[in-house]
């Protein structure tokens, strides 16, 4: 049980991370405003979803998932 949980520290430390350095705005500059990521203004109502965006993120997981299984 020891293993799992400096595995759940480490892997929390770098999701952390990670969105830390997203945050910062030094990321990827482009992810986020990928053609097909709907975007609706109307005055002070604004509508955004980025359905291109998390199509490339689950599948990016999801290569990353099957790398590590094998």
Do not use: N
């Not at 997203?22 to 109502?45: H, T």
């Amino acid at each position: 049980m020891q293993d799992l949980g400096k595995v759940l520290v480490i892997t929390g430390l770098a999701i952390a991370l990670a969105g830390a350095w997203l945050w910062s705005g030094r990321g990827f500059g482009w992810l986020g405003r990928l053609p097909g990521d709907i975007s609706y203004q109307q005055g002070d109502y604004r509508f955004y979803f980025p359905v291109t965006t998390c199509v490339l993120v689950s599948v990016v997981l999801s290569l990353l998932a099957w790398f590590f299984r094998r």
